[in-house]
């Protein structure tokens, strides 16, 4: 079974006095700006690197649950939280890290189940294999 997705970006514009934005093909996302400033300097507004953090955190979240089912465990609550470190290397601009934190209420688990079940979400999530996946590209230069 495939799943697909589908978000959709426009830019106009230089990198730093352009701007862009960004929907998703549910609408949760319309036309939501992002530019330059929003990315690397305080302007409020969101950017790609937040939108993975959220993916991350809410894939995990949910590969987690699945994986407490497994066990027989039901969480009262999973409260994640992704902060996706991107810094400059000698390819340039890269993200190097998605740091997930996590504070759950699981009553009857033991520390070993939580414990594995959280390293099965991690290593199951799909998003945590997004991060290490391979990138296609179609690309078509219109007149």
Known sequence: ???TRKASAVWRGGLKDGNGEVSTSTGVLNNTPYNFNMRFADEPGTNPEELIAAAHAACFAMALSGQLD???LKAESLSVTAK???EKTDDGMTVT???LELVARIPGASEDAFNTAAANAKAGCPISRLLNCEINLESRLES
Do not use: F, P, T
């Open 1 to 3: 079974m495939a799943i």
């Open 84 to 86: 996706v470190k991107m």
């Open 70 to 72: 497994n066990a027989d």
């Open 97 to 99: 890290e998605s740091n």
